[in-house]
């Protein structure tokens, strides 16, 4: 079987890791301290927050610049379902803008007509690694005075014109194991802010700056040095981990070429698509359904994932809260994405398999 997604753990991470197991200290310590000094470096920020994961750090996030009840973030309803659930958390309300059917990622001008009074925030997602449109969005942010916290939970490493994504404002990113880079579980906060770092180093740890001295309500969203170690030995590699899926990118876009009814991630000069996942588009044309083709390349041995077969603002949970937002593109490309393999341990072997598969259930041989 080649699965939709494999962590890649080597000598490095190993050493690392009973490296912490001997040295006494396996809650946050030292070990996290390096690890937040060597990501902020990395994306480029005067600051990294590690927490327990993606999610936490979103909420944190949220949190630090002050959204709280009766305000309105907007943000993408083409997302894993953290990115909105964060918004909640903070007892503030998720607002939908709907996406460019291209990308997938959230529309600028979307963003647009759904600003009010009670807007506080814009949360873009850099959906499968694709920063998105970060010079528009920025600029909306600073004629209308919103925050922005950026979901970078798939987009590490990726950059526009070489800006990193979650350099642009407040960025939170997860090191879930099927990312392209891992902790286990974990994520982070980057910011170049050092009142919203502080703030953000108070609310995980309970709100307090001075051990049991609690000025505010914080959490316990704390990441563990093991985790850590992880961390460091995996960002050491995400460069060259980012490399191998955009190559793989590139030879799969090669590949499916021209085949009706199937179309592939797009890419823009100057804005790097890291490839967290590698989704391509099956329309009404192509000889099956997405869903067919999916359970055909199951029986071929291939493993994929549809990012995400239900918009948010459908969910049960968000339909009970009562919404009933009509986001033509987002319901549209729900209907057709599919994920494939694209991760650093594939083979050409296994590309050529992958894509000649595709191929056949397309008609060309
Ligand atoms: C876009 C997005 N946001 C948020 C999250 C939440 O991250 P975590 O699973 O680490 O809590 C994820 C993780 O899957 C994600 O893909």
Redesign the pocket.
Known sequence: MIPIAKPIIGKREKDLVLEVLSSGTIGQGPKVKEFEERFAKYVGTKHAIATS??????HLALLAHGVGRGDEVITTPF??I??AN?ILYCNAKPVYADVEEASCNIDPEKIKEKIRKKTKAIMP???YGNPCDMKAIMEIAEDHKLAVIE?A??AHGASINGKKTGSFSTG?F???P??NMTTG???IVTTDDDKTAEKLRMLREHGSRIRYHHEILGYNYRMTDISAALGIAQLERLNGFNEARISNADYLTRKLKGIDGITTPRTIKGVKHVF?QYTIRVNGTFPTGRDKLAEILKEAGIGTGI?YPVPVHKQPMYKKLGYKDNLPVAEKVAKQVLSLPIHPSLTTKDLNYIANTIKEVGGIR
Do not use: I, M, P, R
């Open positions: 994961n993606g999610t936490t750090a979103l997302t894993f953290a990115s964060s997602v850099h959906l979901d939970c798939q939170a997860s090191f879930y099927t990312k579980e974990g994520g967290h990012h």
